[in-house]
């Protein structure tokens, strides 16, 4: 992979992530778990580039992101949409997902990611909070997207790498 600056970043970011998808992964060299998102953001935030990701609370990748001090968001190409949904509907506590779903681990970075990637950043966290129920201001948000409350918790991590293939 090729490390390039977020400025060089060229991509629709609603696409990227509401329609292609991303992986978040966390975790350390003895483990790590990923999920597949298609919620987030990308902006700038007190002077910093970020992104911003969203976990619900029973998401077994949520203990690896709150142990580490780093994640990774990982971008694919249309060929990997079949392991994407996979990843999305199983668990790592209850198979090795990641193996079955034929991802390659790179762990010489600050978090994990995976080499079949077309784009990988690497996110150091700054902020993390749940949300509450009490702040949505339109409650159909909340009915619609949270029938059972399961509500999200936010992370906003710098974006410390943007990797590309070559």
């Not at 999200?152 to 293939?165: A, C, K, N, P, V």
């Amino acid at each position: 992979m090729i490390e390039r600056t977020i400025r060089e970043y060229r991509e629709n970011v609603f696409d990227a992530i509401g329609s292609q998808w991303m992986l978040i992964t966390a975790g350390n060299d003895e483990k790590i778990n990923t999920m597949t998102a298609s919620w987030g953001g990308m902006g700038v935030l007190w002077k910093r580039n970020v992104a911003t990701v969203y976990v619900r609370p029973q998401r077994y990748t949520k203990q690896f992101i709150d142990a580490s001090d780093h994640f990774s968001l990982c971008f694919f190409d249309e060929s990997w949409r079949r392991q994407l949904a996979y990843l999305g509907s199983v668990s790592g506590r209850d198979e090795p997902k990641i193996e079955t779903a034929g991802l390659t681990v790179v762990s010489e970075r600050a978090a994990p990611y995976f080499a079949q990637a077309r784009l990988v950043m690497i996110c150091r966290k700054l902020y993390a909070q749940p949300m509450e129920e009490s702040c949505f201001l339109d409650p159909t948000v909340l009915n619609e997207c949270y029938p059972l409350r399961d509500l999200h918790t936010m992370y906003i991590g710098e974006i410390t790498q943007l990797l590309t293939q070559e």
